[in-house]
């Protein structure tokens, strides 16, 4: 069971009634076992302060001369709390136990959120088809024992024993139901546990490599160690998750100071590295855009090889024959002429008219100046915008030790600064060139109400003489 990654807790409790909100824990019992069997036996009564009904009496034996002098919640649960840290905790129907459990702990304003199994779930994995698997029916199935039976210790030693049985007998398929139940990460093979420990809690960009350090895949999150983690609790739903779970060797993790920083880095490094597994993200260089500028009389040009103009460039094509197919379709669905588009030669009228495909811009039934606001229209949608500031801005990210301001102009990510000096040589620094991954990225961020407070103008330095 060390291959679960975490002790397990058998827990079970005894309450006053079935209603988490109104009733309460009467006993707690807890059987802590780990890779080398039970580490320990703990139990407590507990004063429920409230009035036991009979019936519940008559099932545990537990009544309110017993509970004479027994803890509080409140008074147990540090000891209980600390019993289960770290622990996975199973019960049988854990639905009612956790139920219980976490509203004791709310009402304690302490925070209860440990990975939960329910041996119930897991004997109908285990025994499929079989009826029964209620407490009495396992016992009675696997021949386990209870001296106590409906008191907490004792229904907890049998959920104890149920996982000891299986584990003996049927370990593999044990664990895949544990896994599949509680979403425990099976981590590669080739990965060591503290591997995955030492990743951050907070945001930045993790690449995980193969055999011969080959970079099998980059990402990023703002909880890192959390979506590593989900990489490997998916490993048997996607081929791709498997074949990256069976590949992983080692993994690396750049901190950054939030979201931002994180998208930026990881869009930055897939395409300088290439890692095996991701989607190719292609450089600007290799993409074809629409070249128009409304009002100069000229058709669309496509334009291959990354010269961008905000606010004249439209669209991110893989080759000029898809830009070329896109100003085809704009045309065909929206009447324009194909002449002043520049995707036939001549001068008009043509065929189009005749069979009312275009709305006759070359006879005057609209003026250019209309045919070329409705190409506006169409093209929108695709346009690159203009930059919406009159210099370069800073854009703050992160906490008081870690924040940066992210110095951004004309849609190009300068780099992040630290303090004012940084800023300054940001901007005289040579600018890289305009990336349409980039421009997504900061577009999406900085229209986001919650973002674009954090938009601050910035000075451009003057230029030496
Ligand atoms: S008829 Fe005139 S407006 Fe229509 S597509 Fe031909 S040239 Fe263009």
Request: glycine share 2%.
């Given at each position: 069971m060390a291959a679960l990654g975490a002790p397990l807790a058998c827990l079970d409790l005894e309450t006053t009634g079935g209603h988490p909100g109104y009733d309460r824990i009467t006993e707690v019992g807890v059987v802590r076992i780990d890779a080398d069997g039970v580490l320990e036996e703990w139990s407590s009564l507990i004063d429920p302060q409230r009035?036991?009904?009979?019936?519940?009496?008559?099932l545990t034996g537990i009544d309110a001369v017993m509970l004479e002098g027994a803890p509080t919640f409140r008074e147990v649960h540090e000891a209980l709390s600390a019993r289960l840290e770290g622990h996975i905790v199973i019960a049988h129907n854990a639905r009612f136990d956790l139920g219980f459990l976490r509203e004791a702990f709310r009402?304690?304003?302490?925070s209860f959120q440990p990975a939960v199994l329910c041996s119930v779930k897991l004997s109908r994995v285990l025994f499929k088809g079989v009826r029964g698997h209620g407490l009495d029916a396992l016992m009675a199935r696997l021949g386990l024992s209870c001296a106590a039976r409906h008191r907490a210790l004792g229904d907890a030693r049998v959920v104890a024993q149920f996982l000891e049985q299986m584990a003996a007998t049927r370990l593999e398929a044990l664990l895949t139901a544990c896994r599949e139940q509680a979403q425990i990460p099976s981590l590669p093979a080739h990965l060591a546990p503290e591997a995955v420990e030492a990743l951050p809690d907070g945001p930045g960009v993790y690449l995980i490599y193969g055999e011969h350090d080959l970079l099998l895949y980059i990402g990023k999150s703002v909880h890192v160690r959390r979506r590593v983690l989900e990489h490997f609790r998916n490993d048997h739903r996607a081929a791709r998750e498997m074949r990256l779970a069976q590949q992983t060797r080692r993994i690396e993790c750049m901190e950054t100071a939030g979201e931002l920083a994180a998208?930026?880095?990881?869009?930055?490094?897939i395409k300088e590295r290439r890692p095996v597994m991701n989607r190719r993200l292609r450089r600007t260089q290799d993409l074809c855009t629409l070249a128009w500028t409304f009002g100069a009389g000229?058709?669309?040009e496509v334009v291959c090889g990354g010269a961008v103009v905000p606010g004249e460039s439209y669209g991110a094509f893989r080759t000029?024959?898809?830009?070329?197919?896109?100003?085809?379709?704009?045309?065909?669905e929206r009447g324009l002429c194909d002449i002043r588009l520049g995707l036939q030669s001549g001068s008009g009228p043509c065929f189009g008219h005749q069979i009312k495909r275009c709305r006759g811009a070359c006879v005057g039934v609209e003026s250019p100046a209309q045919h070329d606001l409705r190409l506006a229209e169409a093209l929108q949608a695709i346009r690159i915008a203009r930059w919406p500031y009159a210099g370069p801005i800073g854009l703050r990210e992160g906490g008081d030790e870690q924040?940066?301001?992210?110095?951004?102009?004309?849609?190009?990510?300068?780099?992040?600064?630290?303090?004012?000096?940084?800023?300054?040589?940001?901007?005289r620094q040579t600018r890289p060139a305009f990336d349409l991954d980039t421009y997504r990225i900061l577009l999406r961020f900085m229209t986001d109400p919650q973002h674009g407070r954090a938009v601050r103008p910035l000075v451009r330095p003057a230029v030496s003489p």
């Open positions: 009035w036991i009904p009979p019936q519940i009496t008559a009402r304690e304003d302490v998208l930026l880095l990881e869009s930055r490094l000229r058709p669309p000029a024959r898809e830009a070329r197919q896109a100003l085809q379709r704009v045309a065909a924040s940066v301001q992210h110095v951004i102009d004309q849609w190009i990510y300068l780099g992040a600064a630290r303090d004012l000096q940084d800023v300054d040589e940001l901007l």
